[in-house]
């Protein structure tokens, strides 16, 4: 282990000092792994297991600044995450643990285009009940994944000036007007439209969109191409978390769901569910809204 220690400190040393004078490679992305490499024993035998493994590695950046996922191998968890620095065709990151600095890792590598080769070590000596003493040493392979380029996403939006917006009776029926052109028909529920006029001028909404007409699955209102950010007085709101939704069909109906939960109900229809959810995503909307619950009159999304 002492071999190995000292080129693992000149690695870190040399990286720190190469980044700030080179142009940071990108090598932000994901990758697949082959590991090979051994787990070592100091209280048993054999001190050695053999490790072959499949795994992935996610990698983001800013700059020369890196951040390593590094999924697990061989029953054991490599990290999860690793902070280091990238550049001169080399990387090394460590993941340290403050509660047990016995547990320091390190990785290291080149890098050459989409592919990277380097080692993994990880000592196992800390102080901790269960903890087999001994070390894990790999060397790994990663290819980063291409990703096929998505289609652009198609919008149905119509602009509006909110300074515009009025609630006016048309019909015997209570409407969100902007001079002739109605945009929300609330029935009788007069105190229901005068809310939503309220919010949308609130967060100065200019563009109402829609998935799927007519009949639209789903409705959102856009302020200068961007989400709306609140909160606003008296809202109605339902948060979400973000990275957990997806579309999954329940009993043979379309939905977006958080975990066992779900925000919406497409049917059949599941082009306008993977659409819908798209959107979602691309504007960043955690919070769903709602005037007049149950049956609301309008909904919204926002930040």
């Known amino acids: 282990m002492k071999q190995l220690i000292r080129p693992l400190l000149l690695l870190v040393l040399t990286v720190g000092l190469v980044a700030s004078h080179v142009a940071a490679q990108n090598v932000a992305g994901q990758y697949e792994v082959t590991v090979s490499g051994a787990n070592y024993y100091m209280d048993r035998t054999p001190v050695k297991a053999n490790i072959s493994d499949t795994t992935t590695m996610t990698i983001s950046q800013d700059g020369h600044q890196v951040t390593v996922s590094f999924g697990s191998f061989a029953g054991s968890s490599a990290a999860t995450m690793f902070k280091g620095k990238v550049g001169n065709n080399q990387i090394c990151a460590v993941w340290w643990y403050e509660g047990s600095p016995h547990e320091t890792k390190v990785l290291w590598g080149t890098v050459n285009g989409g592919r990277i080769s380097g080692h993994l070590m990880y000592p196992r000596v800390a102080p901790r009940a269960g903890l087999v003493p001994g070390w894990t ?16 996403l198609k919008e149905d939006c119509i602009p509006f000036d909110y300074r515009r917006l009025e609630v006016k009776r048309i019909g015997g029926r209570w ?14 529920k007069k105190n229901e439209a005068e809310q939503a006029l309220k919010i949308i001028k609130h967060y100065r909404m200019n563009s109402q969109c829609f998935v799927g007409r007519p009949d639209p699955s789903m409705t959102y209102c856009l302020v200068d191409g961007r989400a709306p950010t609140g909160p606003a007085p008296g809202e109605d709101c339902v948060s979400h978390n973000l990275g957990n939704l997806q579309v999954k069909n329940v009993n043979g109906r379309w939905k977006i769901v958080d975990g066992a939960h779900w925000l919406m109900d497409f049917n059949d229809k599941e082009d306008e569910a993977r659409t819908a959810l798209k959107i979602i995503k691309k504007y960043g909307f955690t919070r769903h809204c709602f005037v007049g619950r149950p049956d609301p009159s309008f909904e919204y999304w926002r930040k």
Do not use: N, Y
């Not at 040493?137 to 652009?152: D, L, M």
């Not at 409407?175 to 009788?188: S, T």
């Open 175 to 188: 409407k969100i007007v902007e001079g002739d052109h109605w945009l929300l028909d609330f029935g009788g």
């Open 137 to 152: 040493e790999i060397t790994f392979k990663a290819k980063k994944k291409v990703t096929a380029a998505q289609p652009s």
